[in-house]
């Protein structure tokens, strides 16, 4: 039991430059979040899927989009990145959308020069 | 808009001590919250959850309290080792939303 999987661990981009982000969970949750942590900043909602075949944009969606592949994958995707994106991104699931406890993956690490 | 601040942003004390984290929030319509620690370099793991109906939880040397009159919670730790020398944030469910605190980096001298 992996619990929530995140890659890469680490990727550094160009501005303008386009990536995405994997996540997985393995717990049969049916809700998925990502987030981004500045220093200094707590945590920040970019995106989350209260269910399969849902999406709904968090605290700071500009410049993000997801995917909600299947139960188990969310995916973030930067279509063009900048400066401003640099930071630890984290993906977590939680078996519903509200009122229970989130897991957590170990993050991605992402440097915009 | 709710904000949830945690002072202080740092802590050191010896090893054995009891010690109190502190989280505030700004408007007391909330869900839950819930405390995590977070070690250098990994992801967040769930402390506890306080549901709004509760005035505590406890787990092992942790205990967490609640008090949504005044927008205050507590995590209590007693005899501090240096494992849990770590990162605790807390967070606010509001809006079908966690916002988060800052989080108080904790150290435990040995």
């Known amino acids: 039991n992996a619990g929530v999987t995140q890659t890469p661990k680490f990727q550094v981009l160009k501005t303008g430059q386009s990536m995405t982000l994997q996540c997985a969970q393995d717990?049969?949750?049916?809700?998925m979040y990502w987030y981004r942590q500045d220093p200094g900043m707590g945590l920040r909602l970019i995106y989350y899927?209260?269910?399969?075949?849902?999406?709904d944009k968090g605290e700071v969606p500009n410049g993000y989009n997801v995917s909600r592949l299947n139960k188990r994958e969310f995916s973030l995707r930067l279509e063009s990145a900048a400066p401003s994106q640099t930071s630890v991104y984290f993906c977590?699931?939680?078996?519903?959308?509200?009122?229970?406890?989130?897991?957590f993956g170990p993050g991605t690490r992402l440097t915009v020069l | 808009k709710q904000e949830v601040t945690q002072i202080p942003a740092a802590l050191s004390v010896p090893e054995g001590e009891n010690l109190v984290l502190n989280c505030s929030f700004t408007?007391?319509?909330?869900?839950?919250l819930q405390w995590f620690r977070q070690d250098p370099g990994k992801g967040l793991t769930s402390l506890l959850l306080?549901?709004?109906s509760q005035r505590e939880q406890t787990s092992g040397r942790l205990n967490a309290s609640l008090d949504k009159s005044s927008g205050r919670s507590t995590l209590y730790i007693a005899a501090s080792q240096p494992g849990d020398s770590a990162t605790y944030l807390c967070?606010?469910?509001?809006?079908?939303?966690?916002?988060w605190g800052a989080g108080t980096k904790l150290i435990i001298k040995p």
């Open positions: 899927s209260a269910s399969e075949g849902t999406t």
């Open positions: 408007d007391s319509a909330i869900y839950n």
């Open positions: 967070a606010v469910e509001s809006n079908y939303q966690l916002i």
């Open positions: 306080i549901q709004s």
């Open positions: 977590a699931s939680s078996t519903r959308h509200q009122g229970y406890e989130q897991f």
């Open positions: 717990m049969n949750h049916n809700s």
